[in-house]
């Protein structure tokens, strides 16, 4: 019974709906109308989408299973070994920085626009550091293994990248003056359409959204951050709004006429768990071990990926700038 009643709880909680429920079944209908109730039920949206895109892909005979079952491993390992790492991240950074803060904002919409500005220019240093920094990028290369893109791709996460990701992003909002209450609702309306912007083909084909495509990220541009192609790598950092990409230069469109090839730079076995999870730190440790010198191991673990002691680097930015030189 308790097994039964843990794997009912674990089913619960992956679709979000346990607010959704405790509503219903108290009879308080007029709670979705609160900030609470609408909470709950948007939540349960991109796990229910994930759904539906599975059983799409069975009926376009694209289904995608070796992707789908990887990442569900990753979404049992990161529950049972990272579960509130960052919850604590993020109060810890909140208690130091708050009291430096360089302003005070409320939960008013004109300090709501200027705190989602804050938080996206926080998101974008987390991410280029992340894209930037060996160490890092073998946290954050575990989102990018998947060769298929859908919204399971949202679990796919090393379980220490959320902790490093907060940390950046916590507190650079606080130290800019966006109060907590605030934040935590910017988070929440940012990770659900951080999680949105990864659907795949199987459920929207066309993710550029018309003229939406000029003003905000899409699906569309986040397909471009995963993929692998020359032209894409290490492009569209953003999450919502494009404006620092834009600023940056690091901002890219989707070519129609390419096709997207996504995944790793490097050969990787995308059904492989230890692979997809593990692959990428342990290339970095053997860099590090067969580096000559103490100098060039710190250059392996601080430097981009693809930086070669030999001089021969294979980093992004050369090979998308051969790639441009060549057109």
Not at 125 to 132: D, G, V
Not at 290 to 304: R, S
Request: hydrophobic content about 45%; proline content about 4%.
């Amino acid at each position: 019974m308790d097994l039964l009643n843990n794997l009912w709880s674990e089913i619960v909680g992956f679709f979000g709906v346990r607010q959704f429920l405790e509503i219903l079944t108290q009879g308080e209908a007029e709670k979705f109308m609160t900030y609470e109730g609408i909470v709950a039920l948007i939540i349960p949206v991109i796990p229910l989408l994930i759904v539906l895109e599975l059983i799409l892909g069975f009926i376009y005979k694209k289904p995608q299973t070796k992707v789908y079952k990887v990442i569900f491993l990753i979404y049992l390992f990161n529950r049972i070994v990272g579960r509130f790492i960052a919850l604590g991240v993020v109060a810890f950074c909140i208690g130091v920085f708050q009291p430096l803060a360089l302003l005070q904002t409320s939960m008013t919409w004109y300090w709501f626009i200027y705190g989602y500005i804050a938080w996206e220019f926080a998101h974008f240093i987390y991410h280029f550091l992340a894209h930037k920094v060996r160490l890092l990028w073998c946290l954050h290369a575990t989102h990018h293994s998947p060769e298929e893109m859908n919204l399971s791709v949202t679990h796919a996460h090393f379980f220490l990248e959320a902790p490093y990701a907060d940390l950046i992003r916590t507190s650079i909002c606080i130290f800019l003056g966006v109060e907590p209450v605030l934040l935590f609702t910017i988070m929440f309306i940012d990770g659900t359409y951080g999680a949105f912007i990864h659907v795949g083909e199987n459920l929207i084909r066309d993710a550029r959204f018309g003229f939406l495509n000029k003003l905000m990220l899409t699906p569309s541009h986040h397909r471009v951050h995963h993929a692998s192609n020359p032209l894409y790598i290490d492009t569209n950092y953003c999450n919502l709004l494009n404006i620092w990409d834009r600023i940056f230069g690091t901002y890219q469109e989707e070519d129609p006429k390419m096709e997207i090839k996504y995944g790793l730079t490097r050969p990787i076995n995308s059904g492989n768990f230890i692979d997809v999870y593990f692959g990428e730190i342990i290339n970095l440790t053997k860099d590090v071990i067969h580096a000559p010198g103490f100098i060039n191991k710190l250059k392996y673990i601080f430097y981009p990926p693809g930086w070669s002691h030999t001089g021969e680097h294979k980093t992004a930015k050369r090979i998308r700038a051969a790639y441009l030189a060549s057109k």
